[in-house]
């Protein structure tokens, strides 16, 4: 038999330890491609928050955390419109409710925000698929996207809110996955079906040559006790720094899948080289060298951490869209982020941890005399 089919046939001497060496390392590969792929997407989520245009700057009441905790007197949007490098302000109320005739509440509950119609463009609705809704009474309401797949609606269908039948206009699209996952009405109906005519929270749009960090730090020094402001960087920051504890974890992961996958393939490669002692003492007689045994050894464990790759690469993504598909309220907030650079990381690991598991057994193997290995019993 050629020298790489014995690489390639030799990890299978015995089926039941390398399946067990296999699974092992697939395990850790699996972790590490699964949670590559779930931080992935929500970064690439993020990207696509922070480029979704529309206002730079948020003003939420002061104390809150939330956008939808918020209570704040809807004359402050006036008052915000007049100060230095403003370009544009909007109250928004937003709120929660149950879709009735739906199971699915999408990620926090339903968010519905009431927002005058002329001023959805600072809330990174440019364009919308039918029509966007009339300011008048009437119940009219448009839906991201995600919230149009998750409760299975279209332009023209009717959706129940508040106990009454909302007629879909349109559907947008804004690359931001809380916005897309709710709905907009107008302003004054959601006030009236709420019984609040506060807003929430006011959406900033600066002029074109503004310094948005400015302008947020005046709205801010202007009502000290009344009003906080956030950027869209900021918030983008805030989550890019939770998404870096993930990548550190990732790392982490990684690290333990190649210290225990190395004890594994060590141990079976040296019950492998201990069984076939005799075999590699004919070999030697038969005039192999001694590389020649430990590239052989060294091989058969790669090749083994090589399949635990492909085997834990396949884990990995099955197991996130099973995960995703069975909870509905990440739909359409996390779409793993398939990339050849996890894809590199998991394979270099597995390699990484079949030099590191083989080298050992390789050289033991490698410095037998063949005298001595023949009379191995």
Avoid: C, H
Wanted: glycine residues 12%.
């Amino acid at each position: 038999m050629k020298y790489i089919g014995l690489i390639l046939k030799n990890p299978f001497r015995n089926k039941t330890r390398s399946s067990l060496a296999i699974i092992g390392i697939a395990i850790g590969i699996a972790t590490i491609v699964a949670l590559g792929l779930v931080t992935g997407g929500l970064k690439a989520s993020t990207e696509n928050t922070l480029k979704s245009g529309g206002a730079e700057i948020t003003v939420i009441q002061a104390g809150t955390s939330g956008f939808q905790s918020g209570s704040i007197n809807a004359t402050r949007v006036t008052d915000i419109k007049n100060i230095s490098g403003v370009k544009d302000a909007t109250g928004v109320l937003r709120t929660s409710a149950k879709v009735e005739g739906s199971t699915s509440s999408g990620f926090g509950g339903f968010q519905i925000n009431g927002v005058d119609s002329s001023k959805l463009n600072l809330m990174g609705i440019d364009s919308v698929n039918g029509t966007i809704y009339s300011n008048s009474s009437a119940n009219e309401i448009i839906l991201g996207k995600n919230a149009a797949q998750d409760i299975n609606k279209t332009v023209g269908d009717t959706i129940t809110l508040f106990g009454k039948d909302f007629k879909i206009t349109g559907i947008f699209e804004t690359g931001n996955f809380m916005q897309d996952g709710g709905a907009f009405m107008p302003l004054g109906r959601l006030q009236n079906l709420t019984d609040n005519q506060k807003i929430s929270y006011i959406a900033v749009k600066v002029k074109e040559n503004a310094n948005v960090t400015q302008v947020s730090q005046t709205i801010q020094n202007t009502y000290p006790d009344e009003l906080s402001t956030t950027t869209a960087a900021d918030q983008a920051g805030r989550i890019n720094q939770g998404l870096s504890f993930i990548d550190t974890a990732t790392w982490a992961i990684s690290l333990l899948a190649i210290v225990i996958g190395g004890v594994g393939v060590i141990n079976t490669m040296i019950m492998s080289v201990y069984e076939r002692t005799r075999e590699i003492g004919v070999l030697k007689a038969v005039g192999w060298r001694s590389r020649r045994i430990l590239g052989m050894i060294l091989g058969e464990s790669i090749v083994l951490t090589l399949i635990a790759a492909l085997v834990g690469i396949i884990l990995g993504i099955v197991g996130v869209e099973v995960l995703l598909s069975i909870t509905p309220s990440t739909q359409g907030i996390i779409e793993p982020a398939y990339s050849l650079e996890l894809f590199v990381r998991a394979l270099g690991i597995a390699f990484l941890v079949g030099i590191i598991g083989g080298i050992y057994p390789a050289y033991r193997a490698s410095r037998l005399a063949p005298t001595e290995a023949l009379r191995y019993e």
